[in-house]
């Protein structure tokens, strides 16, 4: 019994020491992870695209309309992946969610004021954000949500800003129509868009202009 006694405490002592040095590589990727740079974002406006001739038409909708359309619209962008989240539009904007991070999931909630842009493009303003019970900042949660949480390619996430840019101008519609956001007042349940159809859409060829 004498001689195995030294190999057990060996063997203990290893033990000790792996356990040791894997805690410190858990709280070291956590660290780097919480303090790691902002990124900051900047808006590209593409200017380029010209309809030509065009019939604008103002649609007026309300929130469970919009609400609607917006969560099918993302059931089926996730569609064969492994994330999950949604959008409540009542008296605020608000995503709920999941988001993969530190080798499992937490809870996302966040609440957004919706800001109608000259252009007809939408700026969605952070107003509270929690990601499980993690106590981080509003800007490494918002940089969290851009790296992890899949997106269209016309939305931007703006953590410096705590933001996100919703380019509607920019999305890729099949009828080639063309969305503006008109107006949103989310108390008063009235939503506009300006819906803008060129004439080839129609198979119209545009009058040549009379000089």
């Known amino acids: 019994m004498k001689t195995r006694e030294p190999k057990r405490q060996t063997n203990w002592?290893?033990?000790f020491v792996g356990l040791l040095v894997l805690n410190i590589?858990?709280?070291?990727?956590?660290?780097?992870?919480?303090?790691?740079?902002?990124?900051?974002v900047d808006y590209t406006n593409d200017d380029s695209n010209d309809p030509g001739r065009s019939s604008e038409f103002i649609v007026q909708t309300t929130k469970q309309n919009i609400n609607d359309l917006s969560?099918?619209?993302?059931?089926?962008?996730l569609e064969g992946t492994n994330h999950n989240y949604r959008l409540e539009i009542d008296e605020d904007i608000h995503l709920?969610?999941?988001?993969?991070?530190?080798?499992?999931?937490?809870?996302?909630?966040v609440r957004f004021e919706p800001d109608?842009?000259?252009?007809?493009?939408l700026i969605l303003k952070q107003e509270s954000i929690s990601l499980g019970l993690l106590e981080l900042p509003n800007q490494k949660i918002m940089e969290y949500?851009?790296?992890?949480?899949?997106?269209?390619?016309?939305?931007?996430?703006?953590?410096?800003e705590?933001?996100?840019y919703v380019a509607v101008t920019d999305m890729d519609i099949r009828s080639n129509f063309q969305v503006e956001v008109e107006r949103i007042n989310l108390?008063?349940?009235?939503?506009?868009?300006?819906?803008?159809?060129?004439?080839?859409t129609l198979g119209i060829e545009p009058a040549e202009p009379i000089e």
């Open 13 to 15: 002592r290893r033990w």
């Open 25 to 40: 590589a858990v709280i070291a990727t956590i660290l780097t992870f919480i303090f790691w740079p902002i990124s900051s």
């Open 71 to 77: 969560n099918a619209y993302i059931d089926q962008f």
């Open 96 to 109: 709920i969610g999941e988001l993969p991070v530190f080798s499992t999931t937490l809870p996302l909630s």
């Open 116 to 121: 109608v842009q000259e252009n007809g493009d």
């Open 145 to 160: 949500l851009d790296r992890y949480l899949p997106m269209p390619p016309w939305v931007t996430v703006n953590p410096e």
């Open 162 to 164: 705590e933001e996100i």
């Open 187 to 200: 108390e008063e349940d009235d939503l506009a868009f300006k819906i803008i159809v060129p004439y080839r």
